[in-house]
């Protein structure tokens, strides 16, 4: 009994019975207040591609295609340069060095988000519409711009972190196995630093996904299917931008309330089916 | 342990005491001339804070039913839904009226297109017409901007260019929110249209002339005054039926001498 007592172990306890219950909650609260839309308009709305809520029209379709396409973007020039960052502070610079850059990425990290939106109006907007010759510059692209500059910390310290883990000795014997830089890197280093990177990359994701003030400001909220289907030049929409725009006039208990307490659960339902597919993955290998 | 919660009580209670908070939220028209009225009744009544935040017409209007907020703000009549939950509740005052004004990119008015009929404006939003030079500008795609459907603006510009306050924009190219983002999309491009109150244009952001019945009418107060300008509209405040006093006192300052200097001051018809 006195083991149970324990008031470290009752206070772990309950830290993680909170953590485990709000998430239980959030999706069951995401459930329960989308719960009258589905029942009144099906699941076929993922793929209608018409939203106009004063004519009872719910379409998902363009804004599920526009977070996915903010996603990827976000993630092809995240990815490469996080990871490059990473490799290239752990590996090659000096302590002090590396020290500097990690600090200038949790810089990075803790500006809000609505900093990086109106650096996006400001900056890459009227750049993207001189230099590509554009309508507008708000759109898929300089969401996708935006999102990946938020997300280059996450992956790159996380990174950073997973190689700076590899044991000095690894390192050691694979050189004197006469392992070029090349072989060191992608067949020692980044395959044992990958559950580390796997997770910064998780974190990236959700935080791409869950983001709303700077897409918001951006990417220009047109509730339009991009014709054609990989056109990220023209004005779009996402998830997040919508419920950002248009929560504050749905009345609570609505079935616009419901539709848009819908595209949360869409986002939950992505980040969960992200995170599913890579600890899968994980376990194959 | 009894003395330190009578403490803790005693100080969470000090605060509401010796001052109150007013919530004022919506229209981001209305908001400069409820955000300036209200530093001055807070230099009259130290002990009244009133709080305004924008989000739009349909945000004050819903903050009301909801009773979030004691002071909605709206530049349009409530809808008839609206009103059905609003009724017994909430009294709606009119505080000034302005002109919704079609506005253009400076380099759009600079290229000749000075007046637009109702017509050809509807026909830019629906799509018709995509290219200044059908208008007789240069040949340069237009970028039409539409505004969120919770908007007051959009409710009466489509009211009356489209029929009705809920109509489909088939032409919109991007959608804008407050009135400061709508202002910062058209003087950023070359090419833009969009649906501002008269209080916002300035040289980036031109106000076409409406032309009805052959005659090219300006969006300017005194054109809403005589009640020629088509697109004009009311701008309103929702003030709950159980209010406290100091927020009737607020409501009776906006339509006192004083608070109807301050909507000159803005750019907005008094309302005597």
């Known amino acids: ?21 709000s998430v239980l909650v959030l999706l069951g609260f995401l459930i329960q207040s989308s719960l009258p839309f589905w029942q009144a308009f099906g699941i076929q709305v993922l793929w209608g591609d018409a939203w106009y809520p004063y004519e009872s029209l719910f379409g998902f379709l363009p804004a599920i295609v526009g977070t996915v396409w903010a996603l990827l973007i976000a ?14 502070s ?83 014997s694979a050189m004197s196995l006469g392992l070029d830089w090349q072989q060191r890197l992608f067949r020692v280093l980044l395959p044992q630093a990958w559950p580390g990177i796997r997770s910064g990359i998780l974190l990236a994701l959700g935080r791409a996904l869950g983001e709303t003030m700077a897409v918001m400001l951006v990417v220009g909220s047109m509730d339009r299917l991009p014709e054609p289907f990989y056109n990220i030049l023209e004005p779009a ?31 939950a339902v992505m980040a969960m089916g992200l995170s599913l597919l890579a600890q899968r993955r994980s376990l194959i290998r | 342990m009894k003395h330190i919660i009578w403490a803790a009580s005693l100080l969470l209670s000090l605060p509401a005491v ?18 300036q009225a209200a530093t001055a009744f807070h230099a009259m009544h130290p002990d009244v804070k009133i709080m305004v935040s924008g989000g739009g017409s349909g945000v004050g209007i819903a903050a009301m039913i909801q009773g979030t907020a004691q002071l909605g703000m709206a530049s349009r009549e409530t809808s008839p839904e609206e009103q059905a939950k609003l009724d017994g509740k909430v009294d709606n005052i009119v505080i000034a009226s302005d002109a919704v004004a079609v506005v253009v990119s400076k380099a759009v008015y600079m290229s000749g297109i000075h007046a637009l009929s109702l017509a050809q404006i509807a026909d830019i939003y629906r799509g018709k017409i995509r290219n200044w030079k059908e208008l007789g500008g240069a040949d340069a795609r237009i970028l039409v901007i539409d505004k969120e459907a919770s908007r007051g603006t959009r409710h009466v510009f489509a009211k009356a260019v489209l029929g009705s306050s809920h109509a489909r924009a088939a032409g ?23 649906m501002l109150s008269n209080a916002w244009l300035n040289d980036a952001v031109r106000g076409v002339d409406v032309i009805v019945h052959g005659q090219a009418i300006a969006p300017t107060i005194e054109h809403v005054r005589d009640g020629t300008y088509p697109i004009a509209r009311g701008l309103h405040v929702l003030l709950a039926k159980n209010a406290s006093k100091n927020t009737r006192d607020f409501v009776q300052f906006l339509l006192s001498q004083d608070g109807q200097a301050i909507v000159k001051k803005v750019g907005y018809l008094p309302v005597h």
């Not at chain 1, 009994?1 to 219950?21: E, Q, W």
């Not at chain 1, 009227?126 to 507008?136: A, G, I, M, R």
């Not at chain 2, 010796?18 to 028209?29: D, K, L, M, Q, Y």
């Open chain 1, 1 to 21: 009994m006195r083991h149970f007592l324990n008031p470290l172990k009752i206070f772990v306890a309950l830290g993680c019975l909170s953590a485990v219950l």
């Open chain 1, 75 to 88: 993630m092809i020039i995240a990815l490469p340069c996080g990871l490059a960052a990473a490799i290239v």
């Open chain 1, 90 to 172: 752990s590996e090659m610079m000096s302590e002090t060095w590396r020290d500097l850059v990690r600090v200038g990425m949790e810089i990075l990290a803790g500006i809000p988000s609505v900093v990086y939106g109106l650096i996006g109006l400001w900056v890459l907007l009227p750049f993207l519409q001189h230099s590509l010759d554009l309508l507008t510059g708000h759109n898929l692209l300089a969401a996708g711009m935006i999102l990946s500059l938020m997300i280059l910390p996450t992956i790159m310290v996380m990174s950073q972190d997973a190689l700076q883990a590899i044991s000095q000795e690894q390192r050691e």
């Open chain 1, 237 to 267: 929409q996402t998830l997040t931008s919508r419920i950002g725009r248009e929560m504050g006039e749905a009345s609570f208990g609505s079935l616009h309330f419901s539709a848009l307490m819908g595209c949360g659960l869409i986002l």
């Open chain 2, 18 to 35: 010796a001052s109150e908070n007013i919530a004022a939220v919506g229209s981001t028209t209305v908001l400069p001339v409820v955000s």
């Open chain 2, 172 to 194: 919109a190219s991007i959608i804008s929110g407050s009135n400061n983002e709508e202002q910062s999309i058209v003087s950023r491009s070359n090419n833009a249209i969009g």
